[in-house]
């Protein structure tokens, strides 16, 4: 039987932790590593401070560790916060990243848009 996206979305959020706004910026200021895992486009119109940029369709390639092209700021055994735009993006992110044996993985619920909504800033890059 065929899903739907909004489906594996919702799928995804009972299996990871969707974060607010506010519980993001404590993680941050713990030590966290956020990704923002918008297009290069979305990016260009502002990020959150300190989050780094992998695309999302590059996502699983960054994370591996076995991946030539892995990003030595992700690390399975370290802290890992991922966000879009709205937050589907990063459901099906932090469940893939859970399901490569991240073991500590979130996602802004709500996504960048829940950021701004807080009055957060989101200066360009």
């Known amino acids: 039987m065929?899903?739907?996206?909004?489906?594996?979305?919702?799928?995804?959020?009972?299996?990871?932790?969707?974060?607010?706004a506010d519980?993001?910026?404590?993680?941050?200021?713990n030590g966290a590593v956020l990704v923002d895992l918008r297009e290069a486009d979305e990016v260009a119109a502002g990020m959150i401070?300190?989050?780094?940029?992998?695309?999302?369709?590059?996502?699983?390639?960054?994370?591996?560790?076995?991946?030539?092209y892995h990003d030595d700021r992700?690390?399975?055994s370290k802290r890992v916060v991922v966000h879009c735009a709205s937050g589907?993006?990063?459901a099906l992110a932090a469940k893939t990243l859970k399901d490569m044996g991240y073991d500590s993985?979130?996602?802004?619920d709500g996504g960048i848009n829940a950021w701004r909504d807080s009055g957060?800033?989101?200066?360009?890059?």
Do not use: K
């Open 2 to 20: 065929a899903t739907t996206a909004a489906e594996q979305v919702s799928a995804a959020r009972a299996e990871i932790e969707n974060l607010s």
């Open 23 to 29: 519980v993001v910026a404590t993680e941050i200021e």
């Open 49 to 68: 401070p300190s989050a780094i940029h992998i695309p999302r369709g590059m996502l699983e390639f960054r994370a591996d560790p076995t991946s030539p």
């Open 74 to 76: 992700l690390d399975p």
């Open 88 to 90: 589907g993006r990063s």
């Open 105 to 108: 993985v979130a996602h802004l």
């Open 120 to 125: 957060r800033p989101t200066p360009a890059p």
